[in-house]
């Protein structure tokens, strides 16, 4: 079992930044990938961005050149800068451990970008 929880979510304007934080407990770190997901009302959950155990990250078109997906091994936390905010990227955001044939999910982090 892992324990995602994520944090940094928030309202911000557009053309604005925002870094979120998923702390993860319950396995190794190190050992599995993790991605970031978005599900906006009324839409389906998208994968934006993920990261392998090795660190080598690969986004979606939509979010390339403005998302940053990064992890901390020492703090077992990933993290998902967030600039040039429209206010499409409003959704509520998922952090996911990839582990083997299981997905683990934490709880979401609303992002909302309104002005």
């Known amino acids: 079992q892992v324990q995602l929880v994520e944090s940094g979510g928030g309202l911000v304007q557009p053309g604005g930044s925002l870094r979120l934080s998923c702390a993860a407990s319950?396995?190794?770190?190190?050992?599995?990938?993790m991605g970031w997901y978005r599900q906006a009302p009324g839409k389906q959950r998208e994968l934006v961005a993920v990261?392998?155990?090795?660190?080598?990250?690969n986004y979606a078109d939509s979010v390339k050149g403005r998302l940053t997906i990064s992890r901390d091994y020492a703090k077992d936390t990933v993290y998902l800068q967030l600039n040039s905010l429209k206010p499409e990227d409003t959704a509520i955001y998922y952090c996911?451990?990839?582990?083997?044939?299981?997905?683990?999910w934490g709880q979401g982090t609303q992002v909302t970008v309104s002005s």
């Open positions: 319950g396995r190794i770190f190190s050992m599995y990938a």
């Open positions: 996911c451990a990839k582990i083997g044939l299981y997905d683990y």
């Open positions: 990261i392998t155990n090795g660190g080598s990250a």
